[in-house]
C-alpha cells in the first residue's frame, strides 16, 4: 500500500499491532467524524492524516490519488492497521502520535493530594492522641472502647469507599470530592471537642466515611488527568502524600508530653485541609474521561486543552474515542464485576490490598509507639516520627523509579524486602542472644520494613488500579478493591493487639513475613506491567473484546 492510494469512508477499523486487537472508531459519542477523501481538521488542531513509510513523518502535506490530504510529523507515530479501499489490510500510522504535554497538571494533583494527606493524618493521628484522650474519656483500662476508637475510623471507610465508586459515577470527580468534605470537617470537630467516648466514636465514624471516599477517587482522578508518561510518578504521588499525612500526625503529637489535652489540637488541625480541599476542588478540572463518557464533549476539550495543551487535544480524543466506541455500554453494575469477563482484573486489584494490609503496614503504624515502648525504646513517639519520615523518604524515590523500572518489579523487590525484614524483627524478638538490642533492632528492622513498603506495596497498588480497570467499571472496581483494602485494615486494627498478646510480637511478625512471600509468588503470576501505556490502550490490552 502506498502513501496515496487510499481511502477511509465511514467507520474506519484500528489494530494497535502491540497491544492486540480493537474494534470501531466510526464516530464519538453524540457527535461523528467521518474519514471520505478529506482531510478533517478541527480547532486548527490536525485530527485525522495519515502516511505510510517509514517510522516518522516528515514535514509537509501530500495529497492521495483520493483526494486525502496526508498530514506529516516529526513525531514518531503509534503503528495501527487500517481497511483499505481495496478490502486489505494494510500497515500505516496512528492518528495520534505522541508530543509533549504543554498544559497544567500538577497544581490540581496537589489540590486532590489533600485528600491523600487527611487518609494518612486520620489514619496516624490516633497513634499518639490515643493514651491522653483514653485517660481524658474516662476509658484507660478499657482496652475494647480503645480498639474501638481506632477501628471505627476503618469500618466508616470501608463503606466510604463503596460510596465513593458510585458517587464518582454519578456526580463526577471533583463534585464528590466537595462532597466528601462536609463529614471530614464534622467528624474532626467532633473528634476535637469530644467530650464522651460516644461522640468520639461518631466523629471518627464520619471521619472515616471521608477519608473512605477520597481514598478510592484521588488515585482515580489523578491517574485520569495525569499525562500517561509521567502518570507514574504523578500518581505514586497520591501514596507520598498520604505518607506526609501520617508524619504530620506522628509530628503534631510531640507536644503530647507537656500538655496532655493537646490531643484536642491535634484532630482539630484536620478542619483546615478539609475545607481547603472543597474549595481547590471547585476550581479543579473535572476528569476528562467521566466527561466524555457523559457525551460532554466540549467540556472534554476544554479540559484536555487546560491539562495537556491544545496541541495534544486530538490524540487524547482519539484514544477516548477508541475505548468507548467499542463498548458502547452502560456504566457496569457492581454484579457485573464478578462476571467471567471482568472478575480476573478485579480480583487482582483486591488481592493486591488484600496483600497490603496483611502484610502489616497499617499495625506498624498504628501500634508503633507501643512495640518501641515494649523494646525499650526510650523516646516512642520520636521512634514513630522517624517511621514516618522513612515512609516519606521511600515514596519519594518510588516516584522517581515508577516510570522507569515499571510498577511490577517495584511490587516484588517491594514486599521481597518486607518479609525479610519481617523476619529479622521476629528474630530480633526470639534470639536471646539479641535481647540486648533488640531495641535497636526493633527500631533497624521497622525502619526498613517501611521503607520497603514504601517502594512498591504502599504507591503501586493504588496507581495500577485505575490503570488495569475498563473504563466502564473503573470506579466501583476500584471502590471495591479500597473496600478490601479497609475491611482488611479494620480487623488488623481491632485485633492487633489481642493477637501480640496471645501469641507473641515474634510470632506475628513471622506470619507477616509469611504473607510477604506469598504476595511475591502472586504478583509474579498475576499481575501486568502497565509503564508507558495510556489507559485506553491497556483496556484494549486486557479486554480484546474492545
Known sequence: MQASTFSLKGSVGFEVQRRGAFQGFGGFRR??????NEICVRKSAVFCGLRTGGDSMGAELARGRNGIEVVNSSVKARSVRVQASDGDIEDVKSLNPKVKSSGTVLPFVGVACLGAILFGYHLGVVNGALEYLAKDLGIAENTVLQGWVVSTLLAAATVGSFTGGALADKFGRTRTFQLDAIPLVIGAFLCATAQSVQTMI???????????????????YISEISPTEIRGALGSVNQLF????????????????????????????AVVPSVLFALGMAFSPESPRWLFQQGKLPEAEKVIKTLYGKERVAEVMYDLSSAVQGSAEPEAGWFELFSSRYWKVVSVGAALFMFQQLAGINAVVY????????????????????????????????????DRQGRKSLLITSFAGMAASMLLLSLSFTWKVLAPYSGTLAVVGTILYVLSFSLGAGPVPALLLPEIFAS?????????????HWTSNFFIGLYFLSVVNKFGISSVYLGFAGICFLAVLYIAGNVVETKGRSLEEIERALNPAI
Open 242 to 269: 498520604i505518607c506526609v499525612g501520617i508524619l504530620a500526625a506522628l509530628v503534631a503529637g510531640l507536644p503530647l508530653a507537656g500538655n496532655p489535652l493537646w490531643w484536642r489540637t491535634m484532630f482539630g488541625i
Open 472 to 484: 466502564r467499571i473503573r470506579a466501583k472496581a476500584v471502590a471495591l478493591s479500597l473496600g478490601m
Open 367 to 402: 501500634y508503633s509507639t507501643s512495640v518501641f515502648r515494649s523494646a525499650g525504646i526510650a523516646s516512642d513517639v520520636a521512634a514513630s516520627a522517624l517511621v514516618g519520615a522513612s515512609n516519606v523518604f521511600g515514596t519519594a524515590v518510588a516516584s522517581s523509579l515508577m
Open 202 to 220: 461518631i466523629g471518627r465514624l464520619l471521619a472515616g466515611i471521608g477519608i473512605g471516599i477520597s481514598s478510592a477517587i484521588v488515585p482515580l
Open 31 to 36: 457527535r461523528n467524524f467521518s474519514f471520505s
